[in-house]
């Protein structure tokens, strides 16, 4: 391994791209997929780690090389981390049907991957888990609160994120780890905020009547901050937030959906009650059905919050990193992606 010395920070140096050999959890996903296409971008070496299901069209096509493994047994970890670098945590997510699956899906997967890297490679060199706002929680005043404040989700989504990431530091001293929290990522390839599209579309909005503002970040310029954190050595144990640089009132950011799909949409505003018997039924639904829904009594938990906004003042200092996607010109290459799928008229 080479490292070239940074005389801008003291205790960081920057990792030589060709010598990194990077594995991406959750690279069929929203954002592992762009991950991937950029740490290839940037000269370093990528293996996929994908399950038995997963759809694999996309890597194979790209000819991006994939380890078939477990990461709730375990099976298969220990040859998806031969000869690797660093590993990305992009897996896991919100729309689990149940609070044993959200559980499952984010925490258990942590700890499976956490014991494998121990036993099968303890000289990694970085984890970095993508965690979220909603581990962190909250702010009840519309400014972000410090990276480091005590953590309050609201949600069970957000309690098992921050769970995922106890489990992620209580190896630090072993393990260089690093966690980073998004709020909402959007961009070509998302189909979570197609709703509010083709809300926005259709000239209505149904908003959350105490939701008044928000921090998004693009997909692109999430994946590149996961990229500096593979490539610029830092103190393990740090946690870093990402966002676009302006937090947004959400009647603004509706209207600049409505402007990405060409019209100018009204906003309903709809009472946390409403949602919550909303949620209810889709609970309801989703356990009948035993699929994963958007809405759901836990994420109404937060809907309801007035401000999701976060700062990442440390990631431009500590990385040198800034966002290059304004929101405007991402909701509009986000709509216009939406249309080539036949999505939004």
């Known amino acids: 391994m080479v490292y070239e010395a940074s005389p801008a920070r003291t205790g960081v140096g920057v990792l030589e791209s060709a010598a990194v050999h990077v594995l991406v959890t959750g690279a069929t996903g929203f954002l592992g997929s762009r991950l991937v296409d950029q740490l290839i971008e940037r000269g370093m070496r990528v293996r996929a780690l994908v399950r038995t299901t997963s759809n694999t069209e996309s890597l194979q096509e790209r000819a991006v090389p994939t380890a078939t493994a477990s990461l709730h047994r375990g099976e298969g970890l220990a040859d998806a981390l031969a000869d690797i670098d660093a590993v990305v945590h992009c897996a896991g997510g919100g729309l689990a049907p149940s609070k044993a699956a959200l559980y499952a899906d984010n925490v258990t997967t942590t700890r499976t991957l956490m014991s494998a890297i121990v036993r099968h490679r303890p000289e990694l060199k970085r984890l970095i888990l993508v965690s979220s706002i909603s581990a962190h929680g909250p702010s009840l005043n519309g400014l972000p609160r410090p990276v480091n404040a005590p953590r309050k989700p609201t949600s069970e989504y957000g309690r098992c994120k921050a769970r995922a990431e106890e489990v992620v530091l209580e190896e630090a001293d072993k393990i260089p780890v690093t966690i980073l929290r998004p709020p909402a990522i959007y961009g070509p390839g998302d189909r979570r905020m197609l709703p509010l599209f083709r809300a926005a579309k259709r000239g209505w909005v149904p908003l959350p009547s105490a939701s008044r503002s ?3 970040i693009h997909v692109d310029d999430c994946a590149r901050a996961l990229c500096g954190m593979v490539h610029v050595q830092h103190p393990s ?10 937090p947004r009132p959400m009647d ?15 906003i309903l505003r709809v009472p946390g009650w409403v949602l919550r018997i909303v949620g209810s039924v889709s609970g309801v639904i989703a356990r009948m059905r035993s699929g994963a829904i958007m809405l759901t009594p836990d994420k109404v938990k937060d809907l309801i919050q007035p401000h999701w906004v976060c700062d990442a003042a440390e990631l431009r200092k500590d990385f040198g990193w800034s966002p290059h996607v304004s929101l ?16 939004l008229p």
């Open 214 to 216: 928000t921090s998004l």
């Open 328 to 343: 405007n010109d991402g909701l509009l290459e986000t709509a216009h992606w939406y249309r080539q799928e036949g999505w």
């Open 252 to 266: 603004e950011f509706i209207n600049m959906v409505g402007g990405a799909v060409g019209n100018t949409p009204r």
């Open 237 to 246: 144990g740090r946690c870093y937030h990402v966002e676009d640089g302006t």
